[in-house]
């Protein structure tokens, strides 16, 4: 009965949502790697949404697979394990690199997280700690100068300053404005834009992912956003490293050097000694798939 209870908590379509209790004091991850085999075609942006995990983590964690051309047989993970950020676990904290957000419930020991789309090059989503300042439910878009120019570029076509809320409105039907005022969270009316770089800086999510957030969160939530592609964390005595592909670099896999790894490892060190096998760290830093594999035991 708990074995079923946890799943649905953690992966039933009603909530939209992957929702975790928070780990026990000195454990920073939540979630398990889940393998799914495909018995019909898919399409990956359905399988996303699906399972609110984003197009680049499906990427990065089934590098043998063209998940842009999935078949019936295919088998494919599903990566739903997560090291928390090095971020204080409160308000929202949004790690740019691995294009997600989570969402610690206040006064209570869960975790909510979502895949998102985040600015595209020359449009980057700032690293930031701020505050949710508004929320609009239904909102009008007001595109930027900036964008409007590009759009007029792009298409030889005008935006109009003012767009009114519902299917053409890129801001989907919920906003929640950050403090430093030109960004906002919101739903969209393009969700494969969400898991991607596709953004103009603010940070978009699945039209159900933002319904089920946006009543959860009061004005005045801290906002954390931070740019980690290498997080390291404990499981029990075991400790952790999960690695993305550096958001620069969207395309290249493997890049580090163990003195820039053990200067990063460092610090989680300093809470727990360990021994670590310095080659399967690198190794795991470099493979960049994004699941958190073990590199060494508390002792």
């Known amino acids: 009965m708990r074995l079923i209870f946890l799943f649905l908590i953690c992966f039933s379509p009603i909530t939209w949502a992957l929702t975790f209790q928070l780990p026990p004091q000195g454990s920073d991850i939540v979630g398990h790697i889940r ?3 495909l018995s019909k075609h898919a399409n990956i942006d359905d399988l996303s949404r ?14 043998n697979i063209n998940i842009n051309r999935l078949n019936t047989g295919d088998t494919l993970t599903i990566p739903s394990e997560y090291i928390f950020p090095d971020a204080p ?12 957000l989570y969402y610690f419930l206040p006064k209570q020991r869960l975790v909510l997280t979502y895949p998102i789309g985040i600015g595209k090059e020359g449009d980057e989503t700032p690293v930031v ?44 039907d919920y906003m929640m404005r950050l403090g430093n005022w030109i960004y906002l969270i919101h739903g969209t009316n393009n969700p494969n ?46 400790l952790y490293l999960e690695s993305h592909v ?11 050097d163990l003195q820039s790894l053990i ?22 830093a470099n493979q960049q798939t994004g699941i958190p594999t073990v590199i060494g035991r508390a002792i």
């Open 89 to 100: 676990r409160q308000g929202i904290v949004i790690n740019l690199s691995e294009l997600r």
């Open 246 to 256: 550096p958001m620069e670099v969207k395309s290249y896999r493997g890049k580090e």
């Open 129 to 172: 700690e701020t505050t949710i300042i508004g929320k609009e439910e239904n909102p009008y878009w007001r595109p930027t100068p900036k964008t409007r120019n590009e759009f007029l570029y792009n298409t030889g076509l005008e935006l109009p300053e003012e767009i009114d809320p519902g299917e053409g409105n890129p801001l989907g």
């Open 35 to 37: 393998k799914i085999t």
């Open 193 to 238: 834009g969400v898991g991607k770089r596709s953004s103009g800086g603010c940070i978009r999510m699945y039209p159900e992912s933002i319904a089920t957030l946006f009543p959860l969160v009061p004005i005045g939530t801290l906002v954390d956003i931070v740019k980690e592609p290498i997080k390291v964390g404990w499981r029990g005595n075991q």
């Open 263 to 284: 200067a990063l490892v460092t610090p989680v060190l300093r809470r727990r000694r360990a021994e670590i096998n310095w080659d399967k760290a690198l190794r795991v």
């Open 50 to 63: 699906k399972y609110e995990v984003g197009y680049y983590e499906f990427l990065e964690a089934n590098p």
